[in-house]
């Protein structure tokens, strides 16, 4: 059973950055696919970025290319999210999840999430 688990939100003001990490336990990384997911108060969840974990290879959602950073630390299993100019609809509760293989934006294709973390920003 692979578990990751997020840290690193909190409250900041618009513009300012905030570094979200996933440390996962409990599976064999060099086949993963690491995901992160934002969800909003009254909203669907949304894809924010996924990494391969033997690769390089990222993808951004169109909303945060340019602001937001995925990376890795294979030694740790550690996968983070860089958030900069950060904006009020950044808001939301944001989630790391595991899937096998390829890359997928569909958050059906993920089997393992994370409790989120809370990402609040201020205007």
């Known amino acids: 059973q692979v578990q990751p688990v997020e840290s690193g939100g909190g409250l900041v003001q618009a513009g300012d950055s905030l570094r979200l990490s996933c440390a996962a336990s409990?599976?064999?990384?060099?086949?993963?696919?690491m995901g992160w997911f934002r969800q909003a108060p009254g909203k669907e969840r949304d894809f924010v970025a996924a990494?391969?974990?033997?690769?390089?290879?990222?993808y951004y959602a169109d909303s945060v290319k340019g602001r937001f950073t995925i990376s890795r630390d294979n030694a740790k299993n550690t996968v983070f999210l860089q958030m900069n100019s950060l904006k009020p609809e950044d808001t939301a509760v944001y989630y790391c999840?595991?899937?096998?293989?390829?890359?997928?934006?569909?958050?059906?294709?993920?089997?393992?999430w994370g409790p989120g973390t809370q990402v609040t920003v201020s205007s």
């Open positions: 990494i391969r974990w033997s690769g390089s290879t990222t």
């Open positions: 999840a595991v899937k096998a293989l390829r890359y997928s934006a569909y958050d059906g294709e993920y089997a393992f």
């Open positions: 409990g599976g064999t990384f060099s086949s993963f696919t």
